[in-house]
């Protein structure tokens, strides 16, 4: 396996984020919605010009994980606007961890998931928030090693399907 480094990406690379996170959901979750579903959630949640706007924002920042040169996963952290009583302005997100599925359980998840949480760390954040699909339990296994826990959950809409999200916090008395 080809050594894969992790980088920050700026709003010039919009188009690699964009075709990076469409590949990476597809691969990941592609399966469970359809079509008319999935391409209004990926425009939405991956079009070029709004990733471009994100990674221009300093509360924002994104990362690439790379494999000598080409995109191989992509995360996403910045401010927490999970539907939930507790959140605060303090609170930060990890927005999207993924890899293809070529590249994992190398501990490339592990780094990048890492990378993420310090970042947050550093620019204030206090309480830190994720959401999982409730049926993605290796994520949800991986998410309590770090020491997020469930407090609540909610519906993810992907196009017209809503699927049962869980909201994980880890607090920050617990870093």
């Not at 396996?1 to 597809?26: K, N, Q, W, Y």
């Not at 939405?44 to 706007?53: M, S, W």
């Not at 770090?146 to 049962?164: N, S």
């Amino acid at each position: 396996m080809p050594e894969i480094t992790i980088r920050r990406a700026g709003p010039e690379e919009a188009e690699t984020l964009s075709a990076i996170g469409r590949l990476t959901f597809v691969e990941t979750f592609g399966h469970l919605y359809p079509e008319a579903d999935l391409s209004a959630f990926l425009e939405e949640a991956y079009g070029v010009a709004k990733l471009a706007r994100l990674a221009a924002d300093p509360r924002w920042a994104f990362w690439l994980a790379e494999a000598e040169g080409a995109a191989v996963g992509h995360g996403l952290a910045g401010p927490c606007d999970l539907p939930h009583p507790e959140v605060t302005a303090t609170c930060g997100e990890i927005k999207r961890l993924y890899l293809l599925k070529t590249v994992q359980a190398g501990g490339h998840g592990a780094r990048l998931f890492e990378t993420m949480v310090s970042w947050l760390q550093g620019a204030g954040a206090k309480d830190l928030w994720l959401g999982v699909w409730s049926e993605n339990h290796g994520a949800q296994r991986f998410y309590r090693r770090y020491g997020f826990l469930p407090v609540g959950e909610y519906g993810f809409h992907v196009g017209a399907t809503v699927d049962r999200e869980f909201i994980f916090r880890r607090r920050a008395q617990n870093f």
